[in-house]
């Protein structure tokens, strides 16, 4: 404590950070650890593993195959129509066209129906207006063949049965964009002794690879073939000293160089918090490498926009003098307990233990506008969801809402854990990612009928949206340890 009061007051006084920008030396053994230049002077470092497999590969199972089907509509107000059209809607409706062979452009428009102008009457005077619901004919009782007929307005005024009666008018929208997304994937079960299955892991900010050590170590045992980087100016990584390398297109481009070099046929993606975004980048841009996906505390699908408001954009100086302040609050809200045992795991695994600089750029940098609900709706790929129960950085109610919008998602929210759940309970958090790669959908899940899905976005009042049959196709169950079945929370 005394060592970083002093740096912090030779920080103040010099106007520098005393932070190295360079890669920090480690003590750990070299095997495994792989230094890759994804860029010229831009060298990252990755953990890879890859264990000793039997030379006969076991027989994978027929697996299950899913189809998707779905309708996404983004109007201008910031309402989100997802029409899942599953496999009983007719292709005439898939591709856009209609009963009379006529096709239409492959848009949806709503209808909000309004309150008619004032019609002007001879006079000069307005009419009391209704909408055409409320204007109703009263037959006359006593007249038979002679009786009248009487119009009456909503404050029970007989009406001039020349005046035309009005109807209300219908305000079509356009949506501002439309995204239809017809595949169909083949899901199998992921076993360490197929060669052909690759597992990457992806840390988030002030992170490293060390924060994976218990998966790591455990599902190379079983076999696995495991990949984890560290991300620019994190863990043993290069760290360069201008803003523009630590952005979420420079550091996803990091990730795209390294899934192209490690990738197998059927990848596994993981990734913590700031590192599900590059996940979620990896599997839209490579949705057939990509096989199945974990998403731990990664927030909801919101695309990325820094704050202006936010403690991270002091001064770097700034920064440093309150690096004491912001690792005790780290420590609190990223942990459900805060005592010795936390304090050595973020100190045995690198959490939170970047330059100043390097924590101003990367938090500066998380612009991505691209990644919003409508991207997230597009990809096919099944997706785990682990969340923490006492997680201070990432609401539940936010990932709830990923695991909606996502066509195939099962979440699972434990009751022990924080913010850096993979290092609370790492017994559990392995279980869970182990019975999602061995999960494969049931043949005959996708033979039974589709069920009402709850609505993701709340449409206008009044406005004309997607038939009720036109639902989402009911989503596998994951099968758990103890034999049962679990509903996924979608």
Same mark, same amino acid.
Not at 265 to 277: D, M, Q, T, W
């Given at each position: 404590m005394l060592a970083g009061l002093m740096d912090s007051l030779v920080c103040c006084? /010099?106007?520098?950070?005393?932070n190295v920008v360079v890669p920090m030396e480690t003590s750990e053994p070299t095997d495994g650890y792989e230094f890759v230049e994804v860029k010229p002077g831009r060298v990252l470092r990755v953990r890879h593993i890859i264990p000793e497999r039997p030379v006969v590969e076991e027989p994978r199972g027929p697996g299950g195959s899913l189809s998707c089907q779905r309708r996404i509509t983004l109007y201008r107000n910031g309402q989100m129509l997802i029409q899942n059209l599953g496999q009983r809607a007719p292709a005439e409706l898939r591709n856009g066209q209609q009963s009379g062979g006529e096709v239409e452009p492959n848009i949806s428009v709503e209808l909000d129906l309004i309150d008619p102008a004032p019609a002007v009457t001879p006079g000069g005077g307005q009419a009391e207006g209704g909408t055409a619901g409320n204007q109703r004919a009263a037959e006359?009782?006593?007249?038979?063949?002679?009786?009248? +007929? *009487?119009?009456? /307005?909503?404050?029970? #005024?007989? +009406?001039? !049965? $020349?005046?035309? $009666?009005? &109807? !209300?008018r219908a305000c079509r929208r356009k949506p501002k964009r439309t995204v239809v997304v017809d595949c169909e994937r083949r899901i199998t079960s992921c076993k360490g002794t197929h060669a052909d299955v690759a597992l990457f892991f992806v840390h988030g900010v002030g992170g490293s690879l060390d924060i994976w050590g218990s998966q790591l170590d455990f599902f190379s045992r079983l076999g696995y073939e495991v990949i984890a980087p560290d991300l620019a100016g994190h863990g043993a990584s290069s760290a360069p000293q201008i803003a523009a390398a630590y952005t979420f297109y420079a550091l996803a481009e990091? =990730?795209? @160089? %390294?899934?192209? +070099?490690?990738?197998?046929?059927?990848?596994? %993606?993981?990734?913590?918090?700031?590192? *599900?975004?590059?996940c979620t980048f990896l599997? &839209? #841009?490579?949705? #057939? $490498? @990509? &096989?199945? =996906? *974990?998403?731990?505390?990664?927030?909801? !699908? /919101?695309? %990325? #926009?820094?704050?202006?408001?936010?403690?991270?954009?002091?001064?770097?100086? *700034?920064l440093h003098c309150l690096s004491p302040i912001l690792a005790w609050s780290f420590l609190k809200a990223g942990f459900a307990r805060q005592g010795s045992k936390e304090r050595q795991l973020l100190k045995e695994?690198?959490?939170f233990n970047v330059s100043s600089f390097v924590l101003r750029a990367t938090m500066s940098g998380q612009y991505w506008p691209e990644g919003d609900e409508v991207y997230h709706a597009e990809l096919s790929v099944p997706v785990l969801l682990v969340h923490g129960m006492y997680d201070k950085f990432v609401p539940v109610e936010e990932d709830q809402r990923m695991a909606e919008i996502l066509?195939?998602?099962?979440?699972? @929210? %434990?009751?022990?854990?924080?913010? =850096?759940? =993979?290092?609370?309970c790492p017994e559990a958090v392995n279980t869970l990612l182990h019975e999602f790669l061995l999960w494969e959908p049931d043949t005959a899940t996708k033979k039974e009928p589709t069920k009402a899905r709850p609505a993701t976005a709340k449409a206008a009042s009044g406005s004309v949206g997607p038939d009720s049959s036109e639902v989402r196709p009911c989503t596998t169950r994951l099968p758990s340890s103890s034999g049962n079945t679990q509903e996924p929370n979608v």
């Open positions: 006084l /010099t106007g520098r950070s005393t006359g009782d006593g007249g038979g063949e002679g009786g009248t +007929r *009487v119009d009456q /307005t909503d404050g029970g #005024e007989p +009406r001039d !049965p $020349q005046q035309p $009666q009005q &109807h !209300p990091d =990730m795209r @160089v %390294l899934f192209k +070099r490690y990738a197998r046929k059927r990848n596994i %993606l993981i990734g913590h918090s700031y590192g *599900v975004s590059f599997a &839209h #841009e490579y949705p #057939e $490498q @990509v &096989h199945k =996906m *974990v998403m731990i505390n990664g927030g909801g !699908p /919101t695309a %990325l #926009e820094p704050s202006l408001c936010s403690i991270f954009n002091l001064p770097t100086c *700034v695994n690198n959490a066509l195939l998602a099962f979440l699972k @929210v %434990l009751d022990d854990g924080s913010h =850096m759940i =993979m290092m609370e």
